[in-house]
T-cell receptor
């Protein structure tokens, strides 16, 4: 299996631009998570989906952030408009509901820089 | 209150020595899971080891073991015979309650192995 695949790996954009981050979870995993990592706040859960349905989006910072999961193999995290404080590494992770240990498998991350 | 506390921001250890990374947690739920992840300089998050709150024995995975002291609410990671490749950030995380999908992470410990 190729693991969790994220794109782009690096994104540099200017303030006000729209940013779309993409994620392909591991086939067969029915839960998908978006995390954000910054020096100041560490790893924060933004939103997670179960069977393509958003379950908890309480970590989404504000209305500029939105996430979708149109099918079991694809999810997007969109920031519109982007701001410099959104600069961070965004991780996507997926998990199989079968595992008792509920281990999250992370993608390599998307490093976002907003100028 | 912090759910996961890692009090060692950084540690330096001589190669081949054992190292203990501290983690304490806070929960009132009797059912929970504790995880350790490694994040090398390349940025990916790598799952290391899992301990369930009802597990009778400490978890072990190769050179990694988890020193689980339930009454003290601590879940320290022990790495035996450290190697240069162990240099990385290490994160402790907790999932509270049965059926809860969310993982809450600590702030991490940066481990540096000295040759």
């Amino acid at each position: 299996d190729a693991g969790v695949i994220q794109s782009p790996r690096h994104e540099v954009t200017e303030m006000g631009q729209e940013v779309t981050l993409r994620c392909k979870p591991i086939s067969g995993h029915n839960s998908l998570f978006w995390y954000r990592q910054t020096m100041m706040r560490g790893l924060e859960l933004l939103i997670y989906f179960n069977n393509n349905v958003p379950i908890d989006d309480s970590g989404m910072p504000e209305d500029r952030f939105s996430a979708k999961m149109p099918n079991a193999s694809f999810s997007t995290l969109k920031i519109q408009p982007s701001e410099p404080r959104d600069s961070a590494v965004y991780f996507c992770a997926s998990r199989s509901g079968i595992s008792g240990a509920n281990v999250l498998t992370f993608g390599a991350g998307s490093r976002l820089t907003v100028l | 209150a912090q759910k996961i506390t890692q009090t060692q921001p950084g540690m330096f250890v001589q190669e081949k020595e054992a190292v203990t990374l501290d983690c304490t947690y806070d929960t009132s739920d009797p059912s929970y899971g504790l995880f350790w992840y490694k994040q090398p300089s390349s940025g990916e998050m790598i799952f290391l080891i899992y301990q369930g709150s009802y597990d009778q024995q400490n978890a072990t995975e190769g050179r990694y073991s988890l020193n689980f002291q339930k009454a003290r609410k601590s879940a320290n990671l022990v790495i035996s015979a450290s190697q240069l490749g162990d240099s990385a950030m290490y994160f402790c995380a907790m999932r509270e309650g049965p059926g809860n999908e969310k993982l809450t992470f600590g702030t991490g410990t940066r481990l540096t192995i000295i040759p």
